[in-house]
């Protein structure tokens, strides 16, 4: 299966972005969707996750209550709408399939090639 990441650009703090991510392939209930984010100079994080099957989404702390993972089982694409951005969002977004439900990256078998989103204060 192989992704392909849109939807970043430039917004100013307090905005919003939905980013997508579509799988070409046939995509199984159990396998997990992720996003995961690099900021320049550091390691990649983890954002959020979701079983193919639309139950057991999991959000890292910084972005709960913020962001949505979501997906559209016609389109095989998932989605993470990012609300009230903040400059410290600013980063790569990759979007990640992966067999384990973890939020390590070693834990994700395919990688999209990463969506640039840069928040201004």
């Known amino acids: 299966v192989q992704l392909q990441a849109s939807g970043g650009g430039l917004v100013q703090a307090g905005g919003s972005l939905r980013l997508s991510c579509a799988a070409s392939?046939?995509?199984?209930?159990?396998?997990?969707l992720g996003w995961f984010r690099q900021a320049p100079g550091k390691e990649r994080e983890f954002v959020a996750r979701?079983?193919?099957?639309?139950?057991?989404?999991l959000y890292a702390d910084s972005v709960k209550g913020r962001f949505t993972i979501s997906r559209d089982g016609v389109k095989n694409t998932v989605y993470l709408q990012m609300n009230r951005l903040e400059p410290e969002d600013t980063a790569v977004y990759y979007c990640?399939?992966?067999?384990?439900?973890?939020?390590?990256?070693?834990?994700?078998?395919?990688w999209g090639q990463g969506t640039l989103v840069t928040v201004s204060s």
């Open positions: 990640a399939l992966g067999m384990e439900f973890g939020t390590r990256p070693e834990a994700f078998d395919s």
């Open positions: 979701m079983r193919w099957s639309g139950i057991s989404t």
């Open positions: 392939g046939q995509l199984f209930s159990n396998y997990v």
